[in-house]
């Protein structure tokens, strides 16, 4: 059984903003099909991720320059960040934050 994938609020509005350029500047992309296998792939090898920070783990969605930043828990795979690669990796310290 694979773990769930749950996007904590700051990666859904990521997704959101992301599926959304790309589906009204490249009508027809694949955005979301590759980010649908990155979920798959990390389902299938969770601690296959490059390890970034402490528990932190990043996934690239492939043809994209977008990587997934996720945790793995017990129960499921946290995604925290669905990030583009051109930003600022500091952007991510707000939200890598240690977990209590």
Known sequence: ??????????A??????????YESEMPGNTFR????????RMQAFPNAGSLIR???RSCRVLR?????????????IRVWAIFHSSRN???LNERLKPQA
Do not use: G, H
């Open 1 to 10: 059984m694979s773990l769930a994938i749950r996007l904590n609020p700051a």
């Open 12 to 21: 859904q509005l990521d997704y959101i903003n992301a599926v959304v350029w």
């Open 33 to 40: 099909t590759q980010l649908r296998k990155a979920f798959e």
């Open 54 to 56: 402490e528990e932190y």
């Open 64 to 76: 994209y320059p977008y990587q997934v930043i996720y945790s793995v828990d017990t129960d499921c």
């Open 89 to 91: 990796p500091n952007a």
